[in-house]
């Protein structure tokens, strides 16, 4: 005897079937045929591909008598999804996906749902305010399910303190300015009251530690320009150096 086989989705797991059977207990050996299944019976809808199948079952007894039984399987697709490349955008801002997607019938879900124009369309508007790994899960009308990730970073504005302490206490020893390593290599200019460049870097691997050409310099008021680029725009003013 051979049961109906459900249809199935291409994406699952190959799986044994277990609807084939001999119904008199004789002892014997039985062998499966057909696309995508091994003799044993396990069945895989990636390597059957998308379609109708036909899977056979033969029982063979120790008398050498057989019998053998046939049954169609369907495989449906497996959705494609590309939920779109990796983006930046500044904090406060936003951003439509350009996510893609095939099959028949999709829905769709994005998850998590916060920050999002519509969690259940293809292409939502998305506004996070910090950074966010975002997955679209497309369904098919069979069912048939796939995911996609997009990772968006978000840029938070600079915070550029107005004074420091490079005393060595180990506590604000150098002029630390908060979200500026993640913007890819900002620049940061330091001047003297004289209009002297006395820092300079693009990246802030290294922040400014109140010296200039391996000397201490003097308490006093420094002025700076930071240019974080990635769409932000110029950063000036002043910064104190206290002793």
């Known amino acids: 005897a051979f049961s109906a086989l459900s249809s199935v989705c291409q994406e699952i797991t190959p799986f044994q079937i277990t609807q084939a059977t001999e119904l008199y ?49 369907t495989v449906f697709a497996t959705p494609t999804v590309n939920a779109g490349r990796d983006t930046t955008i500044l904090a406060g801002g936003a951003v439509q996906l350009q996510s893609r997607a095939s099959g028949t019938g999709l829905t769709y879900q994005w998850t998590p749902i916060t920050n999002l124009s519509d969690p259940t369309i293809l292409n939502p508007i998305a506004s996070p305010d910090l950074d966010v790994l975002y997955t679209l899960t497309v369904t098919s009308s069979e069912g048939c399910v796939a995911a996609d990730n997009i990772f968006i970073r978000v840029l938070q504005l600079p ?52 010296r200039f050409n391996g000397e201490d310099l003097p308490m006093g008021t420094y002025y700076y320009i930071v240019n974080p680029g990635n769409g932000r725009k110029l950063m000036a003013g002043s910064v104190t150096l206290i002793k």
């Open 25 to 73: 207990n004789f002892s014997g050996t039985f062998l499966f045929s057909g696309t995508g299944v091994t003799s044993s019976g396990r069945f895989s809808p990636l390597l059957a591909g998308v379609g109708t199948h036909l899977i056979k079952y033969v029982f063979t007894a120790q008398n050498g008598c057989a019998d053998s039984a046939s049954r169609s399987i």
């Open 159 to 210: 915070e550029i303190p107005n004074a420091f302490t490079p005393n060595a206490d180990g506590y604000n020893d150098v002029w630390n300015i908060r979200y500026l390593n993640s913007y890819t290599n900002p620049t940061v200019q330091i001047f003297n009251r004289y209009g002297q460049q006395i820092y300079y870097s693009v990246g802030y691997a290294n922040p400014w530690d109140g």
